[in-house]
């Protein structure tokens, strides 16, 4: 996952207007703005991405008042950090077309769950860039994916745009993937399996 960090409400709303977001984690305690108001705010301006509320409140009352600001889920302080990730990963996968619990192209299984990756029926190894990469192009579904789409979905915020690092990271996985090579490059528009 690729995340940003925003200190209080406002800068939140900052980020959220100028990137879509596949999921916002919101606490409901931040300064400046309020969560509860930065909620309502992107359920007003119809924010593609799913919100997922946290709060040391964590009364029925509570979590049904987070849901009617606009949360699309809501989980109280203090949690499990793999609940968070599942909640998260779960999120994701409802913000546009459901994707199947595992990608599979051709011999090529990926499963995002218990970061498996497999060709022919053997194990691949992964960093967790390259993992995060070749899941984004899987899920494209044979779409072309531009680097800069992945450097916004897999890297963060602090990544250098005129970075080489999509280019090298793209060669890193086909080098692991072998032959006959699935990942392809559209010349001047980015790659796709």
């Known amino acids: 996952m690729a995340v940003d960090v925003a200190l209080d409400g406002d800068a939140a709303l900052e980020r959220t207007g100028v990137t879509g977001y596949d999921v916002v984690v919101l606490d409901r305690d931040l300064p400046v703005l309020h969560g509860d108001e930065v909620c309502r705010l992107l359920a007003e301006q119809r924010y593609p991405g799913r919100v997922l509320m946290l709060t040391a409140s964590g009364t029925v ?10 949360a699309d889920d809501y989980l109280p302080k203090p949690f499990a950090l793999a609940e968070l ?21 051709a011999d090529l299984r990926l499963d995002p769950a218990r970061r498996i990756t497999t060709r022919g029926g053997r194990r691949i190894p992964l960093s967790a860039r390259e993992f995060a990469v070749l899941e984004h192009l899987l899920a494209a579904e044979g779409r072309v994916v531009g680097a800069e ?26 080098g692991k993937l072998g032959e006959p090579p699935l990942i392809e490059t559209v010349h001047r528009a980015g790659y796709r399996i």
Request: hydrophobic residues 40%; positive net charge; proline residues 7%.
């Open 149 to 174: 789409e992945l450097l916004d979905s897999v890297w963060d915020e602090q990544t250098d745009p005129f970075t080489t690092t999509v280019k090298v990271t793209i060669r890193r996985l086909r």
């Open 61 to 70: 009352e509570d979590r049904v008042d987070g849901f009617a600001l606009g």
């Open 85 to 105: 990730i599942s909640r998260v990963r779960a999120l994701a996968r409802r913000r546009g077309t459901p994707l199947p619990p595992v990608l599979v192209k």
